[in-house]
Structure formats: structure tokens, C-alpha cells
């Protein structure tokens, strides 16, 4: 018991933060963990939500020592349907000898304090059933439909032009094992409650150019799975050094930080692309991998205008047949901190500063403290010593010229 306490303690502790922010957890030594979902400082919600992530979590740590690299990743939606209504939903995909999909969604009222079901949101949900239950029909003719007199409308999002009523493969008996869901236009619906539209700020940045020598030495300092709440402390660093990074973002954080990334290119720093739930790639079909590109390429434009070019391979791997799919340029590094693994600032400086050589990508991570940690020791040590800071596009672009000589 008390090594299984030792193994959760690290995924909540966080959660009594005093402003909205996602948590993320990976792992990558024995199982393949990837763990994303919101804080929203509302008590109860933020309690239902790490409560449900953390049975998950522990379940799966029970069961993945008998399998070979098993995987584990949580995902999630996250929108304030107004002032008062949050709707999350966790999105659960665990991938051993076999495939299990899950889906769980959490709408809460904070003046009510209460959670709200379908019938709380939907005024003519009886006649809705009927409709229902025809589409899935229509959409679903592999499912067992005989399981329809029973099924419940417990799972569910909203965004700006849809309420998306999801299904379990189990409820349904779908054979394909995936969830099952259908769209709802709102504006066919009477709702009980209001619902607030995205606003559309229409940013469009590029990144800031830099006057780099033909001659200097050069290095790109790169960050992974954020944005977090470290960002803003590692884009103070840089900001007082006059450097830059480039930031792999995984896509379903961008909506949280979005100001952050804005930042990051107003700053000349540049964004890429990380995915949008760092799943392991190689196990993904063409359509799976190109959604978790497009959706991080979609997210990121929206909140900033500006579009990604770089690719980051999420644990590093990816393979040809991948890279056949993408215009996107894949980028991987020389010098790798294990800021992740080593959890010391010391040991990072180790891993990084006698290692770095002119054109080094380094990898480093901004969903924890420990690079934030070590961040200034590293830019003002690489400074000192004659470098000049680039992004991975001017890096390789500087690299291209250099070749052509």
C-alpha cells in the first residue's frame, strides 16, 4: 500500500492551485503515460475529476506489469459553456494486448454548486430520445442496438455549434471498440441555460527575426509538453538574456495558455507541434496520426495566427511511414537534459552544458519546475561562453547555408 501512495501522491498535489492551469503527466520508463486535464479551482469539480484520473492511473499501474510497453493516455475537452457551467470531458485510451476506450464528462454549476445532467440542459430531451436513438441507428449499424431501450445521455460536451452526446464501445456493443458519439446542432435544440460564444480575437503573429552572424555559434533551446505554468518563468529567463527557445506544445493545452503562446512569438521564440495528446505514434493508423497533427496545427492558429512548420515526435519515435504523412519537418535533438528523469538542477547542468556544440538542439521540458530551475544557469553559462540563441528554423536554416558554402 504505501508504494502505491508514493506512486499517486505526485499527479494531485498540484490540484489546490489558485488559478486554471493542466495538469500533465508523463512517463516513459516501464509504460508509456501521458496525462492531461484542467484545474479549475472549483473545489468539487476539480476533486470529481482528479478523483476519476487518479482510479484510472492506479488501476492501470496494477495491471501494466504483466503486459510489454503498455500505454495509458487521458485527454480532454475543456469549455465554459457561460459564467457559471464548466464542461469537461476525459477521454481514456489504454492500449495493451487490447484496445479500451472511455469516456467521462463532468458539467458543473458553480453558483448552484450542483453537477448538471442532460436534463438540467435540454428542455425537450423526450423528444430528443427519439431522434437519438434514429441517428445512432443510421451512423451505427455495427452496434448492437438492443441495448438502445436502456441507454443514458450522461456523457456529453458543448462547444459553440454542436452538444456531442457520447457512447461507451460496452453501452453499444460496438465491435470496433471505439466511442461512439453524435453531433447535435444547438441551434435545433431549446436549452436551459445560455450558452456563451468563443470570441474571436483574430491575433496573427510571426516570429520575431534575429540578426544572426553567419559565424556565430548557435544553439536551439527546445521545450516540450507544455505550455504550463512554467512557461511564463522560463520566457522571463530568455526575455532577460535576449534568447529564444522553441516550444513543441501539446495540442489540448493551447486554449488554456493561449496568452502564453502569444508571448512566446511576440518574444521570438517559436511554437511546434508536439501533438495533440502525446500518444505513442508508431501505433496510430494514417487518420489517427494526421488528427493529432491538424488538431494541434488548428488549435495553435486560432490562438495565434501563426501556423507550425517543426514537428516533435512524442517519446522521440516516429518512423518513415510517418513522416510520408506530414509536411511538417521533424525535429529531434543532440543534447537531451533528462530534465524529466534526473529532477536536479545540477545533474541537468551536467547533462547539458559540456555536451552543447555549435547548432546543438537541446531538450528540455516546461510542464515541471525542474527545468524551469535550472533555465537561467543554462542560458547565462551558454552565453558567457560565446553562444548565440536561435530557433529551430533559423538553426536549421543557418545550418543549410553553412552546407552550400
Request: net charge negative; glycine share 4%; proline share 2%.
Amino acid at each position: 500500500m504505501k508504494k502505491l501512495l508514493i506512486l499517486i501522491i505526485p499527479l494531485f498535489c498540484i490540484t489546490g492551485c489558485s488559478h486554471k492551469e493542466v495538469v500533465t503527466i508523463i512517463e516513459n520508463d516501464k509504460e508509456l503515460i501521458s496525462i492531461n486535464y484542467p484545474v479549475t479551482n472549483v473545489g468539487a469539480l476539480d476533486d470529481a475529476v482528479s478523483s476519476y484520473v487518479n482510479q484510472i492511473y492506479t488501476n492501470f499501474k496494477k495491471g501494466s506489469q504483466k503486459e510489454k510497453t503498455p500505454e495509458l493516455n487521458i485527454s480532454y475537452t475543456y469549455k465554459e459553456l457561460n459564467e457559471s457551467v464548466i464542461n469537461i470531458s476525459l477521454n481514456t485510451e489504454i492500449k495493451t494486448d487490447k484496445k479500451i476506450n472511455k469516456i467521462k464528462t463532468f458539467t458543473y454549476d458553480k453558483n448552484t454548486h450542483k453537477f448538471l445532467s442532460m436534463e438540467d440542459i435540454i428542455e425537450d430531451l423526450d423528444v430528443l430520445d427519439y431522434d437519438i436513438k434514429q441517428k445512432l441507428l443510421e451512423k451505427y449499424q455495427e452496434a448492437d442496438m438492443d441495448f438502445l431501450s436502456n441507454v443514458s445521455y450522461d456523457y456529453f460536451t458543448i462547444d459553440d455549434e454542436n452538444l456531442t452526446i457520447y457512447f461507451g464501445p460496452a453501452i453499444l456493443k460496438n465491435k470496433t471498440n471505439e466511442i461512439i458519439y453524435l453531433d447535435i446542432p444547438l441551434n435545433s435544440l431549446k436549452l436551459l441555460i445560455d450558452i456563451d460564444k468563443s470570441k474571436n480575437t483574430d491575433i496573427y503573429l510571426n516570429i520575431k527575426k534575429k540578426n544572426i552572424d553567419y559565424n556565430d555559434r548557435i544553439v536551439a533551446l527546445t521545450f516540450d509538453d507544455g505550455p504550463s505554468r512554467y512557461t511564463s518563468k522560463i520566457l522571463d529567463v530568455l526575455k532577460k538574456y535576449d534568447a529564444c527557445g522553441t516550444f513543441f506544445v501539446i495540442g489540448n493545452k493551447v486554449d488554456f495558455y493561449d496568452e502564453t503562446l502569444t508571448r512566446m512569438l511576440k518574444e521570438g521564440s517559436e511554437i511546434g507541434n508536439h501533438s495533440y495528446s502525446h500518444k505513442w505514434l508508431n501505433r496510430l493508423s494514417r487518420e489517427e496520426f494526421e488528427r493529432e497533427l491538424n488538431k494541434t496545427q488548428e488549435e495553435v492558429q486560432k490562438a495565434t495566427g501563426f501556423t507550425p512548420k517543426l514537428f516533435r515526435p512524442t517519446y522521440g519515435g516516429y518512423s518513415d511511414r510517418l513522416k510520408s504523412y506530414t509536411d511538417l519537418y521533424f525535429v529531434l535533438w543532440d543534447v537531451d537534459s533528462r530534465d524529466w528523469k534526473v529532477k536536479s538542477k545540477d545533474k541537468i547542468l551536467r547533462n547539458v552544458l559540456p555536451n552543447v556544440k555549435d547548432g546543438s538542439i537541446v531538450l528540455m521540458h516546461d510542464n515541471h519546475a525542474y527545468a524551469a530551475n535550472a533555465i537561467e544557469t543554462v542560458v547565462k553559462s551558454l552565453k558567457d561562453k560565446g553562444y548565440k540563441f536561435v530557433t529551430v528554423s533559423e538553426l536549421l536554416e543557418l545550418k543549410k547555408l553553412r552546407e552550400n558554402e
